[in-house]
């Protein structure tokens, strides 16, 4: 059965820092990319960063570039999400995503999610 399971999230500052960490068990964690995505009110879920299998390739949206940065520990089955200079927009439900092939069909696999609240 797969799990994705986020923490790290909470109330914090503009222009402070975040870690997250989505911990994942299911499936075979290390020959997966790795994806966060984020979903502030009444807005869509949007990308925010991808990380590769082995971790030596990574992709960021526009809005978080030079801030954020995503790594994993194939040994810990764990994806990470730094955040950093946070600014009042990055206050999201941030989701961590598993996209995997299942009876022939790629399915998305989500985690409840964790709420980062950037407010002074």
């Known amino acids: 059965q797969v799990q994705l399971v986020e923490s790290g999230g909470g109330l914090v500052q503009p222009g402070g820092s975040l870690r997250l960490s989505c911990a994942a068990s299911g499936f075979s964690f290390s020959t997966i990319p790795m994806s966060w995505y984020r979903q502030a009110p009444g807005k869509e879920r949007e990308l925010v960063a991808s990380i590769s299998n082995a971790g030596r390739t990574t992709n960021y949206a526009n809005s978080v570039k030079g801030r954020f940065s995503i790594s994993r520990d194939n040994a810990k089955n764990t994806v990470y999400l730094q955040l950093n200079s946070l600014k009042t927009e990055d206050t999201a439900v941030y989701y961590c995503?598993?996209?995997?092939?299942?009876?022939?069909?790629?399915?998305?696999?989500w985690g409840q999610g964790t709420q980062v609240t950037v407010s002074s």
């Open positions: 995503n598993a996209r995997l092939l299942r009876t022939g069909t790629l399915r998305d696999y």
